[in-house]
């Protein structure tokens, strides 16, 4: 009776544990690596999500107060001179751009420089501006698409790894009962299932903020073409 026991604990110990974390203890190297690698991943693309997030909806807000202002009917040489040391959100830093240069090609102009020279100047001035301050605002999204497409295709490298061994194991063993072939098995698919968890919320995340971003960049660029127009109408009037 207690030699039936003593069996008994140890088929017990030997029996494979099917959680996650034992899953991953007894998978082989290659595929813990793998595993390693993809939850690694997971961690960046939520982390480049929520920085994303946060840094468009701090934009959003500021630009919504800057327009406000803008539009007030206010003095746009003090709305210049208050927010021209720095500029805080693309908005605001291309309406400092284009002051800037509309405030250097006033002397120029009076110099003799014709107002088409002037106008472009400006254009270009807002549209580098805008160009840089998108690209800081988008920082790593791009990346969110390169883990999306890419953590299948590792999760399933991972999957055949371990497939793999589990044929040579059988080989080995001589034995194709479930019980020889289920353990590897299931380590392997586990690498699939960490590829999707890193890849689905990554695509999504991707197309949600692209599309966000491309918002706003329609919204900056609107804000200079309406800029644009409004200087100049003023180089005609003092060219009058």
Known sequence: MQAQSVEAVQLGGNAPDFSIMGMFLQADFIVQAVMIMLLAASFWSWSIIFNTWVRVKEARGKANEFEDRFWSGGSLDDLYNSIKASPNHPLAAVFVAAMREWQRSLSKRAAGVDKLTVQDRIYKAMHVTT??????????????????????????????????????????????????????????????????????????????????????????????????????????????
């Open 131 to 240: 160009s840089r301050e998108m690209e800081r605002l988008e920082g790593q999204v791009g990346y969110l698409a390169t883990i999306g497409s890419a953590a299948p295709f590792v999760g399933l490298f991972g999957t055949v790894w371990g497939i793999m061994n589990s044929f040579t194991s059988i080989a080995t063993a001589s034995d194709t009962s479930l019980a020889t072939v289920a353990p590897g098995i299931a380590e392997a698919l586990l690498a699939t299932a960490l590829g999707l968890v890193a890849a689905i919320p990554a695509v999504i995340a991707y197309n949600k903020l692209s599309t966000d971003l491309g918002r706003y960049a329609g919204r900056v660029e609107g804000f200079s073409d309406e800029f644009a127009a409004i200087l100049s109408r003023q180089l005609d009037e003092q060219g009058h």
